[in-house]
Each structure stands twice: as C-alpha cells, then as structure tokens.
C-alpha cells in the first residue's frame, strides 16, 4: 500500500500509548483515521487534535472490546460513516500479572477476549469490505513475549502467542485477496500498559496495575513509524529494535541459558512487586 493519502483507518487502542501515536502517524500520511477505545473524552479530544493538525476526518468510536458484541458495529460504522475501511489497527490490549498456576480463569478469559478474540473479530467483520475493495492491510500489534515466555507474564505471554498464530495463518489465507497481514512485535515500550494491567494474584485479585512502575521502554512516536513503513511495504512480521530481535533469536537458539535467565528475571520481579507492595 504504496500511498496512503486518503486510505481509511481503524485503530483500536487510540486513546493513549502505541494506538494513540499510530493514529497520528497515519494522520500525518493522509489517512482518515477511526479512534476505538473505552475513554470517549481522550479519543475525542485525540481526533479533534488530529483534524485540526492534518486536515483529515477523524472519527472517536467509544468502544470496549472485551465485549465480542461490540466489534462488527465498530466496523460498520467505519465504513458507514468514512466510506470504506483500508487499514485495520488491532492495537488495544491490557496486561496480565500473575504466577500461571493461580491466575484467576476469569482474569485470563478477560485478557485473550482483548488481546485475542477482539482482533480476530475486528479481522473477520472487515475482510468482506477489504475483499470487496480488492485491498486492505491488517496490522495486528502482538509483542516479543509473543515469541518467548515472559516470567509473571504468562497470560499476557499466551495472548499473544494465541494473536501471532492466528495472524500467521491469516496471511497465508489471505494473500490471494491483496490483503496483508503485518505482525509487529514491540518490546518494551514507553506507556501507561504497565498501570494498567490486571493483577491477578491471590488476595489482590481486585487490584489493578497502580503497584506497577512506569514501563520505561523505546518512546511510541518510533513504533509509529515503524508500523506506517510496514503498512507500505506491507511486512510480514516487524520488530522494533536490533535488541528486541536479538533477545527473540537467542531464546530461541539457547533456551537453556535464557530459561536462567527468565529464572533471574523472575526473582527480580518478584522482589519489586514486593517492594512497591511495601510502600
Ligand atoms: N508498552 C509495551 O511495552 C508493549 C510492548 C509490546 C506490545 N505492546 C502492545 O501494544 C499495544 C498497546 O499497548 P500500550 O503500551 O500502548 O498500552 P496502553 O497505554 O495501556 O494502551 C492500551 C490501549 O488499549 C485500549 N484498551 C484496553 N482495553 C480495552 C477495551 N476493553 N476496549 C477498548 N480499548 C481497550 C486502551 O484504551 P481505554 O482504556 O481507553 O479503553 C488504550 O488505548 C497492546 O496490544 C500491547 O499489548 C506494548
């Protein structure tokens, strides 16, 4: 998808963080670009900014997508109210935090209906129009633990290998309609994920992330434009850094030296977790 002036975006997750830069990075191409998220004040302050910025429409869905019901209207009103749907965004997701073996099943149900079954929803309501256009880019934003075990992490982790799968085999199915399916995989990355994640550990089951510390990682604006070149060049899979694609090829050549170190990673976990507990 050589141009992008005048294509037609969805981007879920809109409302802050990687979605939030990615709208605007589409914006800033000549997109018109669909805000989805829960926070009706932040997208709709978001599309306005965007509109006065770039000169494009820009629409704020509200939107929660743990409800499976909400997800075909989302896309219908895309294309009622822009007109077609080229780019679909499947950004939104939400972290999990807990041991495996005592994650609430409630918890983990709630964390693949975001970061699993909202994508592949959004997929299934906008391949008709991408088909019946003859063009369309999926972009599914999955993650490096995606591709390696991620120590109290294990529920986010198994999200997002469930999301890389899936986007695999799309992309083989959908290669004959001229849709791409683009992978990217973020590491650690600058926004409010880690506050917001779900705490799932016996006792603090109600408790959301707030014990979490900032995620101190590469800023959004760089995962935005990285995501728009794979949107043109539409890309298999993605990563954002040497580092990130450094740390995936050694788990994977040397799973015993990385499973000794996920042991480490897991014990420095555990104390801060205890620490900001403490304070
Ligand atoms: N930050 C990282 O280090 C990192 C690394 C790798 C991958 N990722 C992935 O990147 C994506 C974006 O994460 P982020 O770091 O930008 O996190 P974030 O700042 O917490 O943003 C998450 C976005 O998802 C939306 N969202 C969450 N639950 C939703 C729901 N039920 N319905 C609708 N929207 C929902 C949130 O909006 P509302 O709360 O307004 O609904 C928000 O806009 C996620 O898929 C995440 O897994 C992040």
Redesign the pocket.
Known sequence: MRELRGRVALV?????????AIAEALAAEGCHVAL????QD??EKRAKEIRQRYGVEALALP?????ATQIGPLIESVVTRLGRIDILVN?????IYGDVASLRAADLRATF???FF?PVAAMAAAVPHMRSQGDGVIVN?????GKMAQPLGGG?SAS?YALHGASGAARAELKSDNIAVVLI????????????SRISVPGLEDMQGERHAP?R?VP?ERVARRVVKAIRRREREVYITLFDRLVVLGAQLFPGLFEWGLLLATKIRRQRFAQSMQE
Request: proline residues 2%; negative net charge.
């Open positions: 879920t997750g809109a409302s802050r963080g990687i979605g939030a989805a998220a829960r926070s932040a997208i939107v929660d997508l743990g409800d950004n939104a997701g939400a972290g209906d975001v970061n909202a934003i999955g993650s490096i633990v986010y997002k995989c973020p590491g650690l990355t600058d926004t409010e994920f880690a506050a917001h995620l990682g959004t």
